[in-house]
């Protein structure tokens, strides 16, 4: 009995996982014919280049496009989420590149920037401006992941589908660490310490995320590990590394901990929570507030524990 595939789109991670179980009187046939008949609107091409980049897997072994499919086969193929149809017009805006080479682009992403074009966001965005920095080059820029528009930080990008097939199996095996330093409300106890909570759309409010029960049904499993930096009287700066990608993560799951981001207008972070009652303290925050505008959430850093090299 052939299972239904599992597909992945996360706001922070751009993948799809795809499961199959081979009839038990299946043909054989070359893996990367059968999966191009099993997925719907994959290129052959960009089968292949999952295969070079060891993101197919047969009884867990990684294989060739030339494998042969067997009955009873248990298939998993890693792709790099498909080209946007929006169409990416090039603009004159500034990009922060921190790192470059012929597969991949680290860019520093600046507050308020959206990163791709969607409704309400068709011009201005980092793929526009990426578009105009390599514009007559023939190079384009591969979303690997993401981060919320008025996150600023590391973005890490491909330069060719080869790198951005090796990349997204890299987010999915989790062998890309994440790091975050955010500025929360509170003074956090613990030196460090993982919370863990599914998180889906609040469907009171369909524009923030909620935190449930972790062994219920509703949302998706997600789990972000935290350090304390330093402590600040009122506030904690934190270190928080994500298991798991899911839209607004650290920013739910610290206000579920009881520690909501400074300034986090979307999460309760956006008055003053902890402190004193004194005039000159309130214009403090207000004035804090008026100089950093947002979340206090940069993306410092992302590493990977491999390359994502073509050749």
Same mark, same amino acid.
Not at 59 to 84: C, E, G, H, T, W
Not at 243 to 258: A, D, L, P, Y
């Given at each position: 009995?052939e299972?239904?595939?599992?597909?992945?789109?996360?706001?922070?991670?751009?993948?799809?996982?795809?499961r199959?179980?081979?009839?038990?009187?299946?043909?054989?046939?070359?893996?990367?014919?059968?999966?191009?008949?099993?997925?719907?609107n994959?290129?052959?091409?960009?089968i292949?280049?999952a295969?070079?980049?060891?993101?197919?897997?047969v009884?867990?072994v990684?294989?060739?496009?030339?494998y042969?499919?067997?009955?009873?086969?248990?298939i998993?193929?890693?792709?790099?989420?498909?080209? *946007?149809?929006? $169409?990416i017009?090039?603009?004159?805006?500034? %990009?922060?590149v @921190?790192? !470059?080479?012929?597969?991949v682009?680290v860019?520093?992403?600046?507050?308020?920037?959206?990163?791709?074009?969607?409704?309400?966001?068709?011009?201005?965005?980092?793929?526009?401006?990426?578009?105009?920095?390599?514009?007559g080059?023939?190079?384009?820029?591969?979303l690997?992941?993401?981060?919320?528009k008025?996150?600023?930080?590391?973005?890490?990008?491909a330069?060719?589908?080869?790198?951005?097939?090796?990349?997204?199996?890299?987010?999915?095996?989790?062998?890309?660490?994440?790091?975050?330093?955010?500025?929360v409300?509170g003074?956090?106890k613990?030196?460090?310490?993982?919370i863990?909570?599914?998180?889906?759309?609040?469907?009171?409010n369909?524009?923030?995320?909620?935190?449930?029960?972790t062994?219920?049904?509703?949302?998706r499993?997600?789990?972000?590990?935290f *350090?304390v930096i $330093?402590?600040?009287?009122?506030v904690?700066? %934190?270190?928080c @590394?994500? !298991?798991?990608?899911?839209?607004?993560?650290i920013?739910?799951?610290?206000k579920h901990?009881?520690?909501?981001?400074?300034?986090?207008?979307?999460y309760?972070?956006?008055?003053?929570?902890?402190?004193?009652?004194?005039?000159k303290?309130?214009q403090?925050?207000h004035?804090?507030?008026?100089?950093?505008?947002?979340?206090a959430?940069?993306a410092p850093?992302?590493?990977?524990t491999?390359?994502?090299?073509?050749?």
């Amino acid at each position: 009995m052939e299972e239904k595939p599992e597909i992945h789109d996360e706001q922070n991670e751009m993948y799809e996982h795809f499961r199959f179980i081979a009839d038990r009187g299946q043909a054989m046939v070359r893996i990367d014919l059968y999966l191009f008949a099993k997925i719907a609107n994959a290129s052959r091409n960009r089968i292949q280049n999952a295969a070079k980049a060891g993101n197919i897997l047969v009884n867990d072994v990684a294989v060739k496009p030339s494998y042969k499919v067997k009955p009873n086969d248990v298939i998993s193929i890693v792709l790099a989420y498909p080209p *946007r149809d929006t $169409e990416i017009y090039p603009e004159n805006i500034p %990009v922060n590149v @921190v790192y !470059e080479d012929d597969d991949v682009l680290v860019i520093n992403k600046p507050p308020g920037m959206v990163v791709h074009p969607g409704h309400g966001n068709f011009t201005g965005t980092l793929l526009n401006a990426l578009a105009y920095y390599y514009q007559g080059t023939g190079t384009t820029a591969y979303l690997c992941h993401r981060i919320d528009k008025d996150t600023s930080g590391i973005l890490l990008l491909a330069k060719n589908e080869l790198a951005q097939t090796k990349l997204a199996k890299q987010f999915f095996d989790h062998t890309i660490d994440r790091k975050y330093v955010a500025l929360v409300w509170g003074t956090i106890k613990e030196e460090e310490g993982t919370i863990t909570g599914n998180i889906a759309r609040d469907p009171r409010n369909r524009l923030v995320m909620k935190v449930f029960d972790t062994d219920g049904e509703t949302g998706r499993h997600a789990v972000t590990h935290f *350090r304390v930096i $330093e402590r600040l009287g009122y506030v904690t700066l %934190v270190e928080c @590394v994500l !298991e798991t990608g899911r839209t607004h993560q650290i920013r739910i799951h610290m206000k579920h901990f009881g520690h909501p981001l400074f300034n986090d207008e979307s999460y309760g972070g956006d008055a003053i929570l902890k402190g004193t009652t004194f005039a000159k303290y309130k214009q403090f925050i207000h004035n804090c507030f008026q100089l950093m505008p947002r979340q206090a959430l940069p993306a410092p850093t992302a590493r990977a524990t491999s390359c994502a090299r073509s050749g």
